[in-house]
Nanobody, 125 residues
Framework: QVQLVESGGGLVQPGGSLRLSCVVS??????MGWFRQAPGKEREFVAS????????YYADSVKGRFHLSRGSALSTVNLQMNLLTPEDTAVYYC????????????????????WGQGTQVTVSS
């Protein structure tokens, strides 16, 4: 069974930075992504990455501010979030999907079958 463990959320002032991490445990290679859901809004795509990290997607709203990468262990992904604004406030969810190619990546929530519990990110002064 695939399990995802997220860490790194918290409270940060506008303009600040946070790093979220997610570790997947399972027998396969996984494309992994981050989604977020703000109160009263639908879950939206943030970023995703292929197994070896060579293929990444970003939502337009975070391009140039967020950077998603693989850790030294490919089972770990790190989302570096910079220049945060109150509009980034949301619960952030890590997602994973088993893949057969190291370059495969996805960007739709329906493509991912495994989800973490979510971690709260609050951007406020």
């Amino acid at each position: 069974q695939v399990q995802l463990v997220e860490s790194g959320g918290g409270l940060v002032q506008p303009g600040g930075s946070l790093r979220l991490s997610c570790v997947v445990s399972g027998p396969s290679m996984y494309a992994m992504g981050w989604f977020r859901q703000a109160p009263g809004k639908e879950r939206e795509f943030v970023a995703s990455i292929s197994w070896t990290g060579g293929n990444t997607y970003y939502a337009d709203s975070v391009k140039g501010r967020f950077h998603l990468s693989r850790g030294s262990a490919l089972s770990t992904v790190n989302l570096q979030m910079n220049l945060l604004t109150p509009e980034d406030t949301a619960v952030y969810y890590c997602a994973a999907r088993a893949v057969y190619s190291t370059a495969t990546n996805y960007r739709h929530s329906t493509d991912f079958g495994s989800w973490g519990q979510g971690t709260q990110v609050t951007v406020s002064s």
